[in-house]
């Protein structure tokens, strides 16, 4: 993405977790992966603000255990899990089934990119990514299965724009986001019979830890981020998307508002590709 003027238009009005009075998972389980920070911090503190009892799994133990004790309300459990092992579904599972009794929430959000020109791809940049990104959402549903079964459960995947408006140098990972559109629409066609829906969101190019974690000054780099006006065809609003923008569109489909979709695709990216 190309800044144009960071000190742009970027400071508009965005949607907020804090000021949100619905409460539509009371009494509800939900699991999301990759949630010590960026989109799944933000996804677990929406659900937890609506009344949900959260499973936070992540391969970062400290912050994930950290964002776990800051939730709003209790019960909430840390699972460390690193995606990239083939094992670590099994061992979710099972950490999971002895912390509840069912889920009703599954959200596969943990991803990571590794970009590198198609000429200089490596075997390990694709095992590592097709892992983490497209086979843990898979392993992990399958084992936690019994626990979402028959009970109108929700699993929303997430992907990216990435997946749909491929770029150069990036090729494995968006390969993999388009791959999470065919997982979900699978998925969704094989777990009606459970009661399960399953659906996806495609954030486009949004403020998170993952474009500015390993800047010199990363609290610069957010703030920059969020106030830049970005270059006019990138989408229509020209900013950068927050992670609460995201969360309250896993919220919905996760939610009984959303009790007639399922196997869709709900873009929150500002009208990419529209500007
Ligand atoms: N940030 C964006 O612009 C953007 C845009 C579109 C889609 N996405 C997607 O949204 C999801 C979240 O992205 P983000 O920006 O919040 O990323 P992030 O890097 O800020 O956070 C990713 C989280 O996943 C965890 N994680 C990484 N590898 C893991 C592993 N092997 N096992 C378990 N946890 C692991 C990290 O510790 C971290 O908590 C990803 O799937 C990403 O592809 C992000």
Do not use: C
């Not at 509800?28 to 911090?41: C, P, Y």
């Not at 990036?170 to 999470?180: E, M, P």
């Not at 949004?206 to 270059?231: G, I, N, W, Y």
């Amino acid at each position: 993405m190309n800044i144009k003027n960071p000190h742009g238009k970027g400071r508009v009005t965005t949607s907020r977790t804090d000021s949100v009075a619905l409460r539509r998972f009371d009494g509800k389980t939900a699991l999301v992966t990759g949630a010590a920070m960026g989109l799944g911090a933000e996804i677990a503190k929406r659900l937890a603000h609506e009344g949900a009892r959260l499973l936070v799994a992540d391969i970062d133990a400290s912050k994930g255990q950290q964002l776990a004790t800051a939730l709003a309300g209790g019960g909430h459990v840390f699972l460390e899990a690193d995606l990239g092992r083939t094992d670590s579904a099994a061992q979710l599972a099972e950490q999971a089934a002895a912390a509840v009794d069912g889920l009703d929430v599954l959200v596969n959000n943990a991803g990571i990119v590794r970009p590198a020109r198609f000429e200089e791809i490596s075997d390990e940049d694709w095992e590592l990514q097709v892992a983490v990104n497209l086979r843990a959402p898979l392993l992990l549903t399958k084992a936690l299965l019994p626990l979402l079964r028959d009970r109108g459960a929700a699993i929303v995947n997430v992907s990216s724009e990435a997946g749909f408006r491929p770029r150069s140098s990036k090729t494995i990972y968006d390969t993999t986001k388009a791959g999470i559109g065919g997982l979900t629409r699978s998925l969704a066609a094989e777990l009606w019979q459970y009661r399960i829906r399953v659906n996806e969101v495609a954030p486009g190019g949004m403020v998170t830890e993952m474009h500015f974690a390993s800047a010199s000054d990363p609290a610069a780099t957010k703030r920059q981020l969020e106030d830049a006006e970005l270059d006019e065809g990138y989408n229509i609003m020209r900013r950068l998307g927050r992670p609460a923008e995201v969360a309250a569109a896993v919220a919905f489909l996760a939610s009984d508002d959303a009790a007639f979709i399922t196997a869709s695709t709900l873009h929150v990216d500002g009208g990419m590709g529209l500007g």
